[in-house]
């Protein structure tokens, strides 16, 4: 009796890990770290991974895309999309994610605010949308859009 009692215990214990850690990577935040990957690669652009890594910032973005949105166009279109912002708008100054998001666990659009700043410091404000689905591989980004909220001159 103690012994199948001990048996029980092991397999709830069991059960409830296995559940946690099935919950924590679907709610826990799986495609947020993604998202947050990307918009750090971003942030570096075209400067190398200070990690040591051989690879430019876009080429790690890049790399974050699901396979069928990299199969929809060229990495030199997407390298064109982000580097367009740099040179209409500066470097990136800062990037903060929004609580405004859409969808539900496994698909959702997480949205960020960034910052641009110009070398006269005037600053633009873009919005990207991210949108993060769950595959069999884990977590991808699957497309990405920008919207300009505001632009203020400089000094």
């Given at each position: 009796?103690?012994?199948?009692?001990?048996?029980?215990?092991?397999?709830?214990?069991?059960?409830?890990?296995?559940?946690?850690?099935?919950?924590?990577?679907?709610?826990?935040?799986?495609?947020?770290?993604?998202?947050?990957?990307?918009?750090?690669?971003?942030?570096?652009?075209?400067?190398?991974?200070?990690?040591?890594a051989?690879?430019?910032?876009?080429?790690?973005?890049?790399?974050l895309?699901?396979?069928?949105?990299?199969?929809?166009?060229?990495?030199?279109?997407?390298?064109?999309?982000?580097?367009?912002?740099?040179?209409?708008?500066?470097?990136?100054?800062?990037?903060?994610?929004?609580?405004?998001?859409?969808?539900?666990?496994?698909?959702?659009?997480?949205?960020?605010?960034?910052?641009?700043?110009?070398?006269e410091?005037?600053?633009?404000?873009?919005?990207?949308?991210?949108?993060?689905?769950?595959?069999?591989?884990?977590?991808?980004?699957?497309?990405?859009?920008?919207?300009?909220l505001?632009?203020?001159?400089?000094?």
């Amino acid at each position: 009796m103690l012994f199948g009692l001990a048996l029980l215990l092991v397999a709830v214990n069991v059960t409830v890990v296995l559940m946690i850690d099935r919950f924590e990577s679907r709610v826990g935040g799986g495609d947020i770290v993604v998202a947050d990957r990307f918009m750090k690669a971003i942030e570096l652009g075209s400067g190398l991974d200070p990690d040591g890594a051989d690879r430019s910032g876009y080429e790690e973005a890049w790399d974050l895309l699901a396979d069928d949105c990299r199969k929809g166009r060229a990495y030199s279109e997407f390298l064109a999309f982000f580097e367009s912002r740099v040179t209409d708008h500066g470097f990136i100054q800062s990037w903060r994610r929004s609580p405004e998001e859409s969808g539900g666990m496994g698909d959702r659009v997480l949205r960020y605010v960034v910052e641009y700043r110009d070398l006269e410091g005037r600053t633009t404000t873009i919005r990207f949308d991210l949108r993060v689905v769950e595959g069999d591989e884990g977590h991808a980004i699957v497309s990405y859009a920008a919207r300009t909220l505001a632009s203020e001159s400089g000094r």
